[in-house]
């Protein structure tokens, strides 16, 4: 077996895990509305390390995916998308590691780990969909199958983006909770996000495993 198929196949290994333990917690935190809420808010209680380990096995993912590209980077496109491939499993991982804080938490009130799980949404997102847009089109060139999948997932995950970003902008820092406001549907785009992010994942990597 060679290395970039072992990569390939944790790959796929990995991020399905992740999915897994995403919709595991659905179940097994009934409590917490999915529309409300984003996925982070899943590490906070009981069953936090359902989290910690979906956060860590999309990061296994994204790391393998290197892995496994590593040796196929022949072009500046696809060198610069690896770079941004290797700093979203470093954002994943440090998400895995430090847990979010309360959403009531005052901003003087916040601990460490919160401050590094912003941190790690603020790389790691952004580097997510870089990634997906580079590493799409360079994969595209090699294999023309893949580029059409690659795009649509590519795209549905900046669409998902967006939403979240002018969700929190509408919402505004410091702003009370309004039950009827925006922020009510801001838990649906960020598990869209991530779910088309894994998908990508999968879908990047399985022409290596075929």
């Known amino acids: 077996m060679t290395y970039p198929l072992l990569a390939a196949r944790a790959v796929i290994g990995a991020t399905a895990l992740a999915l ?10 009934p409590e917490l509305d999915p529309a409300r809420n984003m996925i982070s808010q899943y590490a906070l209680g009981r069953y ?5 380990l979906c956060f860590a096995a999309f990061a296994a993912g994204s790391g393998c995916l290197f892995a496994a590209l590593i040796g196929h980077a022949s072009s500046l496109l696809s060198r610069i998308g ?4 290797l700093t979203a499993t470093v954002g994943l991982a440090m998400a895995a ?8 938490t ?4 916040r601990t460490f780990s919160g401050k590094m799980h912003g941190v790690s949404f603020m790389t790691g997102v952004p580097s997510q969909m870089l990634a997906m847009v580079l590493l799409s089109v ?4 090699q ?3 893949v580029l059409p999948p690659l795009l649509a997932l590519t795209a549905v995950a900046w669409v998902s983006l967006a939403i979240v970003i002018a969700i929190m ?6 702003k009370p909770p309004n039950p009827n406001g925006p922020e009510r549907f801001l838990g649906f785009p960020n598990r869209l996000l991530m779910i088309a992010y894994g998908v990508w994942l999968m879908v990047a990597a399985w022409p290596m495993v075929r």
Not at 20 to 29: G, S, W, Y
Not at 169 to 174: Q, T
């Open 169 to 174: 902008l509408a919402v505004g820092p410091g």
């Open 20 to 29: 897994v333990a995403l919709a595991a917690l659905h179940v097994l935190k």
């Open 97 to 104: 590691v430090f847990p979010m804080d309360p959403v009531s």
């Open 143 to 145: 294999s023309s199958d």
């Open 48 to 52: 936090g390390w359902v989290m910690a």
């Open 138 to 141: 360079a994969l595209g060139k």
């Open 82 to 85: 690896l770079i941004a491939l």
């Open 106 to 109: 005052p901003p003087p009130q």
